[in-house]
């Protein structure tokens, strides 16, 4: 009463609790501090007497570790999934994930190392925000796309490893003190196999020690080279940008990048299960995908890793047959690759010779000039965004919800001759917009005020009006497209007098405040 009194505070029954800390909380514990405080303390009769309680946002106490980090993960999980329900392109996906998702973890991860299920849940998360397929990367390759010069992704195990050797360096003189202390009592006060083991709490204390943490994270790190080498001084403040420094070196070792050796693997299985790797020029081709815009690397990333959404890599449960119309073929990338009847009409739409080979398709073949696997590169892009909103658009899950639930869904000739036309008219002003040449008659940005469509050239009909079939269609780019007579284009090669750049859409959206073109990847 009188310290209250001193102070000019008063404690709020509610919300104080008692830990504690020597033996397992059971009823009768309880009910005898209850007793206790009766007859001795009649104020805090009220307190809330748990194993475990609430401390600076760290949960304290001997059941605390099992609990430790419930909360934080659900909500790192809630906001992953609301990032991946944006459907914003990788780059913007992940800056979101890094900063409002990741983040959320940081402030615990500084004492306390998270749990091994997080790595499970982090790499759900990783596909939910991307939406590539769960096997087509693994986390080694998430943490390093940065080499293909996409915004980094985080990893939560060597935010935290950082983190904590931060904070290790920076309270130093601290927790030194502390495991020294624990020690000591660890010595009197615990059986001998505690002492001899290096626990330093009881058994039923789920968690160790804070200090212990620190000490074990220090003490890793200094068994690495790249950590002697900076010659840290815990008596002075640390260097700028040190936990930066950290994670870099931390995430070398747990994470090698092996990007080559992935990417190798995938393609391989996509030309054939015989295919020479050697064969396959990735080094080359990832130079090449480094210079071309960031919705093009994801896009020509996703067909090398297979993680194009076709309803057979998705399990779907409305199996698709090849949209383009070929007989017994499934709606699959790696039939795609092959499909005569796709690969004759881009042929017909950029003017050039058919590449003969899944390799020269995919832009990995052994010989070919720069300009050429430019191209090669570019014209797979197109491909994917072009399947993409052929499949948005006309072939989801949302237009079959009528259908029976069969493994496979029988189209007629008129649905496969829309889905081409559709197809085509959409890919030439992908490709035009990608700067590559395109037919006589091809297509220009248009914006008439009232809708979004696309109106097909030549293919669909001779005059400049659009196919009646192709009103009111919503292209992913937001970009309206219509017919128009396109002069010097040379057959096969990059535009040279249209700026590709003014034919990009100019329409954005807001995504969690952040201003993106509205593209998917």
């Known amino acids: ?34 007793t206790w405080l009766q007859e001795n303390i009649p104020d805090w009769i009220n307190f809330n007497i748990k194993s475990a309680a609430i401390y600076l946002g760290f949960l304290l106490g001997p059941t605390a570790g099992s609990t430790q980090w419930d909360k934080p993960m659900r909500k790192y999980l809630a906001r992953a999934r609301a990032i991946g329900a944006t459907h914003a392109p990788f780059n913007i996906s992940a800056y979101m994930y890094n900063s409002k998702a990741v983040s959320v973890l940081a402030y615990k991860a500084q004492l306390i190392p998270p749990p091994a299920r997080t790595q499970q849940s982090e790499r759900g998360a990783l596909s939910t925000i991307t939406h590539f397929a769960t096997n087509s990367l693994t986390v080694k390759e998430f943490f390093n796309m940065q080499t293909l010069g996409c915004t980094k992704i985080q990893s939560i195990d060597c935010l935290a490893a950082a983190s904590m050797l931060r904070f290790a ?55 690495h080279k790249w950590f002697t080498d900076l010659a840290l001084d815990p008596l002075t403040p ?31 299985r996509l030309i054939s299960p015989r295919a020479d790797p050697n064969r396959c020029r990735i080094q080359e081709a990832i130079k090449q ?61 950029l003017l050039a010779p058919l590449p003969p080979s899944i390799a020269e398709r995919l832009g990995v073949h052994p010989n070919p000039t720069p300009p050429e696997r430019l191209i090669s590169l570019q014209t797979l892009g197109c491909l994917y965004h072009s ?16 259908v029976p639930s069969t493994p496979e869904l029988r189209l007629c000739d008129a649905d496969f001759k829309f889905f081409r036309e559709e197809f085509s008219a959409f890919f030439r002003g992908a490709a035009l917009a990608a700067g590559l040449a395109c037919t006589p008659r ?11 469509h696309i109106a097909a050239s030549a293919r669909h009909s001779g005059s400049s009006q659009p196919s009646p079939k192709s009103q009111s269609r ?45 593209v998917s990847d």
């Open 442 to 452: 091809g297509v220009q940005p248009v914006t008439d005020g009232t809708d979004t």
């Open 1 to 34: 009463m009188e310290a209250e009194k001193c102070a000019g505070l008063s404690l709020k029954p509610v919300k104080c609790v008692i830990v504690p800390t020597s033996h397992t909380l059971d009823v009768h514990i309880a009910l005898r501090i209850k």
């Open 238 to 268: 640390a260097p700028p940008n040190i936990q930066r420094t950290f994670y870099a070196n931390i995430l070398a070792i747990k994470f090698p990048c092996d990007f080559e050796a992935h990417l190798t693997s995938h393609i391989t």
């Open 474 to 518: 919503f292209s992913p780019s937001g970009a309206v497209f219509a017919p128009v007579e396109c002069d010097d284009i040379v057959p096969g090669s990059l535009v040279g007098s249209i700026d590709a750049d003014a034919l990009r859409p100019a329409h954005t959206c807001s995504v969690s405040g952040v201003v993106a073109m509205g």
């Open 387 to 402: 399947y993409h909103y052929l499949r948005n658009n006309f072939c989801s899950a949302a237009h079959f919800l009528h």
């Open 289 to 349: 995908v480094v210079t071309m815009p960031a919705q093009a690397r994801i896009q020509v990333l996703r067909t090398w890793v297979n993680s194009w959404a076709t309803s057979r890599r998705f399990h779907e449960r409305i199996r698709l047959p090849c949209l383009f119309g070929c007989t017994d073929k499934e709606d699959d990338l790696s039939h795609y690759l092959w499909c005569d009847i796709l690969w004759k009409d881009i042929q017909e739409t």
């Open 169 to 223: 360096l920076s309270s130093h003189r601290s927790w030194v003190e502390w495991v020294r202390q624990l020690r000591a009592v660890a010595r009197e006060a615990l059986p001998l196999r505690h002492a001899f083991s290096g626990i330093l709490s009881p058994d039923f204390w789920d968690s160790r020690p804070i200090a212990l943490n620190l000490d074990t994270a220090w003490q890793d790190a200094a068994k």
